[in-house]
């Protein structure tokens, strides 16, 4: 499934500046008044670097950035290189423990003669990032938990108000509450009716309702912007099984297997055909 978006744990990094005082209230970044300023903005964007590239030695190097007082922006490094790590409970933990810090200005810098707290979005966006990590780690409860303290904070109308509810529909298809999930996302659609990466997710979900017309009408004009991508032969080939279509169904999950051979597309692909293959072959 395409997707526009940057990477879920990567929309921090917007957050940690403005902590680091690198960025002002509306996030456009400002030059550093102060050298000490500075090299926190290098350290952290090379320990950023480091934990994408080499998760584990981004973990040491920001442990070791925080015993050299490095506060909230080496906790979130050490954060991210769990998440790319895999560590995705870990991931959560640590994001949860540093929206609260935020809230309360622990570990923040100081300006002036008063340390810094979060603002609303920021703390919203760091409990969106614990959501998804929640998320990725199997943790639906939890997740749902950190979600609705993000939206809670979020102010309305905004883009991180609109993230956030495609965060909650992920969340909300995982627990097959499709008419949640449906819901959310045709919000953000009317918002946002350029982001057609949601169509994909449109379709699930309004299958996953029943809205069987509408499923298909988000996949055509999803498969017609982005007819090389085998999630998408993967949802028709699961609609048209829904509809009771299996010849159809399993031409598309064909379809899948021509465009990739590997990976979880394909793997479904494969089982779906043997599954639809195994019933014809019982039938007398």
Not at 79 to 91: Q, V
Request: proline fraction near 4%; hydrophobic fraction near 45%; include cysteine.
């Amino acid at each position: 499934m395409k997707n526009n978006n940057t990477h879920p744990a990567l929309r921090l990094t917007a957050t940690l500046l403005v902590l680091l005082g690198l960025a002002s209230a509306n996030s456009q970044i400002v030059l550093a008044s102060q050298q000490a300023d500075r090299d926190q903005q290098d350290r952290y964007s090379l320990c950023l670097d480091l934990v994408e590239k080499a998760p584990d030695k981004g973990i040491n190097n920001a442990l070791e950035w925080q015993l050299d007082g490095g506060g909230v922006p080496a906790r979130h490094c050490e954060a991210l290189g769990l998440f790319y790590a895999e560590e995705y409970s870990e991931a959560a933990v640590r994001l949860e423990g540093i929206a609260e810090d935020m809230r309360i200005g622990r570990g923040m810098p100081v300006r002036g003669n008063e340390r810094a707290t979060a603002t609303a979005s920021m703390l919203a966006d760091t409990y969106g990032q614990a959501a998804n990590a929640w998320l990725l780690g199997g943790e639906i409860v939890r997740a749902e938990a950190s979600i609705g303290q993000a939206l809670a904070l979020v102010p309305a109308h905004t883009r991180l108000e609109r993230s956030l509810r495609v965060t909650r529909a992920r969340i909300a298809a995982v627990e097959e509450d499709f008419t949640l999930a449906l819901s959310e996302l045709e919000t953000v659609l009317r918002a946002e009716p350029g982001r057609t990466d949601l169509l994909l997710f449109v379709a699930a979900a309004a299958r996953g309702t029943a809205d069987f017309a509408k499923a298909e009408g988000a996949l055509k004009r999803y498969i017609k912007l982005f007819p090389d991508d085998p999630s998408a032969f993967l949802e028709l080939g699961n609609l048209k099984d829904a509809l009771g279509n299996s010849d159809a169904a399993r031409q598309a999950w064909l379809k899948v297997l021509t465009l990739t051979e590997v990976g979880p597309d394909a793997n479904a692909a494969r089982t779906n055909i043997e599954r639809v293959d195994v019933v014809k072959d019982e039938k007398p």
